[in-house]
């Protein structure tokens, strides 16, 4: 009788493990774990809980950014298309970085906008053309997704530069950074920053 009354979230699985097929692990660190959730047309979720999380949709234009609440959810219904979501799990206050003063939505609003913010994150898109340079900036620790093919260099806050190709839809985790950025492709260059407040 006692396992009856038990909370049903209590009995609800990890979404990795009770459909392995459908979600993989690409970043899990002490702060976030970041899955991605790749459902064909016509499949549904299994029954599971999860933190808070922050959900980038990749296959809308432009990707769709939004916050769901800890939460056990139930079975989902079918999709009618193909879906690719990568889903940030946040586990639990980030360290602290330094104090924020180089705002990249300050100081260069053109390429940076904010497209989601409460108490836990902000969620910034950067677009940039070819050849365009954001100035100097920084970032409290973040999960970036890139949401198109980019070719990009990178000066951090030391003087080093990093070459840094990147394909689409791929996820990264970054400690605060301070850096400028060179689209240095032939492409319009796209991004999602999800920092960690």
Do not use: C
């Amino acid at each position: 009788m006692l396992v009856l009354a038990l909370p049903s979230a209590l009995f609800a699985q990890d979404p990795v493990a009770s459909a392995p097929s459908l979600y993989k692990v690409e970043v899990d660190n002490a702060w976030v774990r970041v899955l991605r959730l790749t459902l064909p047309a016509h499949g549904k979720t299994p029954k599971h809980s999860h933190l808070d999380e922050v959900i980038v949709s990749l296959n809308e234009t432009p990707a769709r950014v939004w916050f769901r609440p800890a939460a056990t959810e139930a079975q989902g219904k079918p999709v009618e298309k193909p879906v690719e979501d990568v889903i940030i799990e946040l586990k639990q206050k980030p360290p602290t970085s330094k104090p924020i003063a180089l705002d990249p939505i300050k100081i260069d609003p053109e390429y940076h906008s904010v497209v989601f913010d409460n108490q836990y994150v902000r969620a910034i898109r950067t677009v940039l053309e070819p050849g365009i340079k954001s100035p100097l900036h920084e970032h409290p620790h973040y999960v970036v997704v890139y949401l198109t093919e980019l070719h990009t260099t990178m000066k951090l806050g030391d003087g080093r530069e990093v070459d840094n190709p990147r394909r689409k839809g791929e996820v990264g985790w970054r400690d605060y950074m301070k850096h400028e950025t060179l689209n240095i492709g032939k492409e319009t260059a796209a991004e999602i920053q999800v920092e960690l407040k």
